[in-house]
């Protein structure tokens, strides 16, 4: 898998989203095991103690989880996947819905939009299709 950092934002901050990316996808399945940190570093071409940062945030927000001899597991709790989709769900309507405001769409228009994609998009691959 691919890491892509940007300037101007704290590497450890943009490991932690796409590790986040990379759990919510099932690139990383409930209960497996992540490489460790040594390999995830490398892969990214980062200091251990970054990725060793993110890592520890993401188990105090409850992504992951260690065994003490086993390594880091990504978590098994369906309410915390849940809560994970939940939250990039809203996080990325926001931003949708701010980018809409800017070109003056306002609320009713927002939703008649979003209802037509909706609605479009029953029948044509879950919207996969869709540009």
């Known amino acids: 898998m691919e890491w892509n950092?940007?300037?101007g934002i704290p590497?450890?901050?943009?490991?932690?989203?796409?590790?986040?990316?990379r759990i919510a996808s099932n690139a990383y399945a409930p209960g497996e095991k992540l490489p460790s940190v040594r390999e995830l570093a490398m892969?990214?071409?980062v200091n251990p103690n970054t990725m060793q940062r993110a890592?520890?945030?993401l188990e105090r927000r409850g992504l992951v989880y260690s065994e003490r001899t086993s390594g880091?597991?990504?978590?098994?709790?369906?309410?915390?996947?849940?809560?994970?989709?939940?939250e990039l769900a809203r996080k990325?309507?926001?931003e949708f819905?701010?980018?809409?405001r800017k070109i003056g769409m306002d609320k009713a228009a927002i939703k008649e939009s979003i209802e037509k994609w909706v609605d479009g998009?029953?029948?044509d691959n879950n919207g996969k299709d869709r540009d």
């Open 55 to 57: 890592l520890a945030e």
């Open 97 to 100: 819905a701010e980018k809409l």
């Open 43 to 45: 892969d990214a071409g």
């Open 5 to 7: 950092f940007k300037d």
């Open 72 to 86: 880091r597991f990504v978590t098994k709790e369906e309410e915390v996947l849940d809560n994970l989709h939940e």
């Open 92 to 94: 990325y309507f926001q």
């Open 121 to 123: 998009i029953e029948g």
């Open 11 to 21: 590497i450890y901050a943009q490991i932690i989203d796409e590790m986040t990316m």
